[in-house]
């Protein structure tokens, strides 16, 4: 299944617009749309996931993407509440793999271990999610399987507004570089410890 590249917007800088101003002549009219900025976007209360897929997502953002050598992780970045935004404007594919996504991690939690996803230990995380981290040859390439696309996909997608959060912009100024991944990606597992040291990117390989 071929997924939608949603996250153009995620590419820019963090106080680019990200629904551009548009106008439509009408009856000899202009109508004027407003802005609305990533910033701002990211700070506006969640309103598309429900309260538990919200919470798998921050766990998810919480694994994937810890904070480490000085930079927020998904969780600081508000990343979580960024695509909650951002879903909600996407086309009706990515708002249902998301959906799906995150419905079936709290079904798989509750299976093994009577929790909801957001409420798992990290051992309890990793007997979840180890089985759906696979191997991608090439980013466009997402496994067939939804619920491994979806990891894979909530994985990247997590990263990428992390790192162009307004948290992340002012850690890089205060630390004078925009650097720290170090070609691993985020890999720790709980901030560097645990299960998840280096394979944590579903496209690394080594």
């Known amino acids: 299944m071929k997924r939608r590249n949603?996250?153009?917007?995620?590419?820019?800088?963090?106080?680019?617009?990200?629904?551009?101003?548009?106008?439509?002549?009408?009856?000899?009219?202009?109508?004027?749309?407003?802005?609305?900025?990533?910033?701002?976007?990211?700070?506006?209360?969640?309103?598309?996931?429900t309260a538990s897929q919200l919470g798998a997502l921050r766990r998810l953002g919480n694994l994937f993407v810890p904070a480490?050598?000085?930079?927020?992780?998904?969780?600081?970045?508000k990343a979580p509440e960024f695509l909650d935004f951002l879903v909600s404007v996407s086309p009706a594919a990515?708002?249902?793999?998301?959906?799906?996504?995150l419905e079936a991690l709290n079904a798989q939690a509750n299976r093994q271990f009577k929790k909801s996803f957001a409420d798992l230990d990290d051992a309890q995380?990793?007997?979840?999610i180890r089985p759906l981290l696979v191997?991608?040859?090439?980013?466009?390439?997402?496994p067939d399987d939804p619920l491994k696309h979806f990891v894979a996909q909530a994985r990247r997608d997590l990263e990428t507004a992390t790192r162009n959060s307004r948290e992340w912009a002012t850690a890089a100024s205060t630390s004078g570089s925009r650097g720290g991944r170090g070609g691993r990606g985020f890999g720790g597992f709980g901030g560097?410890?645990?299960a998840y040291i280096l394979p944590i990117d579903p496209i690394y390989k080594g």
């Open 192 to 194: 560097g410890q645990g």
């Open 135 to 142: 191997a991608i040859p090439w980013e466009k390439d997402m």
């Open 6 to 49: 949603f996250l153009r917007a995620l590419t820019a800088a963090p106080a680019a617009p990200l629904l551009a101003q548009q106008t439509t002549a009408q009856a000899g009219a202009v109508q004027q749309f407003p802005t609305t900025s990533l910033d701002a976007a990211g700070e506006s209360a969640p309103s598309f996931f």
């Open 125 to 128: 995380a990793d007997a979840v």
């Open 94 to 101: 990515d708002q249902q793999l998301y959906r799906n996504g």
């Open 68 to 77: 480490r050598d000085g930079y927020p992780g998904a969780v600081e970045a």
